[in-house]
């Protein structure tokens, strides 16, 4: 057998981002050859990769990537444990898929997945090494894309320990008239923290509307209300369901007083789309 040193392992570990012990087992196993070792690390990656295949990746972190205030995106970049988001190489992970997202300007999730890196490797691999040196299932979550008007981002941290694991993407059609970036700002906050479902009450699908419907007619019902007042109170039940989950309809977080339809309003700005992305909720 091959006398395997420690600049050996280092070089194959630099090459191929596979841990220590492996290396060294690979080298071992390949009696020295370190393009035959390279090699056979290879192979272990893609049958480790299938063995973690079924396994759930439901930690993480969120990203986003801004081109000025005209367009940007945000991605979710998905682990199975917390222990391996906050690595150094998952972190690297996520930000090197964000530059090569900052320089290609992908259309959807394929479309960043096939993209290529600077290291002539395209982010679908760079994800298959690092999982297979993390021993994790990796996996590019969910993706949205903004192109045109006012585009604005915010990350939320719920743990100083670990990376960003909610986030919003939100467009706005203009600047508008007022202070644009502080208005953008502070919908993106209330979108991350309160997490709307639909911009305005015209967007909530007609079949949602029956179900919110019936259910509130059924609770009213067996409140035992009496008949003549039903339609009234079934309306204020369902208002309140879309104070919920309507973002213009929400009370602005920072100011209760006035809703979000009012803040816009007041900056001559509409919301045109956004995206929340919060690990571990699909």
């Known amino acids: 057998m091959s006398n395997v040193t420690a600049a050996d392992v280092k070089r194959l570990r630099a090459q191929t981002g596979a841990g220590i012990l492996d290396c060294k087992k690979a080298l071992e196993e390949c009696d020295g050859d370190f393009d035959a070792a390279v090699e056979a690390l290879r192979v272990k990656g893609v049958k480790d990769a299938d063995k973690r295949a079924n396994r759930t990746a ?55 997945l096939s993209t290529e890196t600077p290291s002539v490797r395209t982010v679908q691999q760079l994800i298959d090494d690092a ?22 981002s915010y990350l939320h941290r719920s743990d100083p320990s670990l990376p960003p694991t909610l986030g919003a993407l939100v467009q706005l059609d ?33 079949d949602v ?39 213009a309809e929400q009370k602005f977080v920072r100011d209760d007083k006035k809703t979000i339809k009012k803040l816009l309003d007041e900056n001559s700005v509409t919301v045109r789309g956004f995206a929340r992305f919060q690990v571990g909720q699909g």
């Open 209 to 247: 509307i029956e179900r919110e419907r019936r259910i509130a007619e059924q609770i009213t019902r067996d409140e035992g209300k009496p008949e003549q007042i039903i339609p009234k109170i079934v309306e204020g039940r369902l208002n309140r369901f879309y104070s919920e989950v309507v973002l």
């Open 58 to 112: 439901a930690n993480g972190l969120v990203a986003t990537v801004l081109d000025g205030t005209e367009s940007g995106l945000i991605f979710e970049l998905n682990c199975e444990t917390d222990f391996v988001a906050k690595t150094e190489l998952f972190q690297r992970l996520a930000a090197d898929i964000a530059s090569a997202a900052a320089v290609t300007k992908p259309a959807d999730r394929l479309a960043l």
């Open 174 to 206: 203009s600047a508008g008239s007022g202070n644009t970036a502080e208005v953008a700002k502070y919908i993106a906050q209330q979108i991350a923290a309160t997490g709307p479902q639909y911009v305005r009450r015209e967007d909530v699908p007609a």
């Open 131 to 152: 999982g297979a040196s993390l021993k994790e299932k990796l996996e590019l979550g969910r993706f949205a894309r903004f192109d045109g008007g006012y585009v604005a």
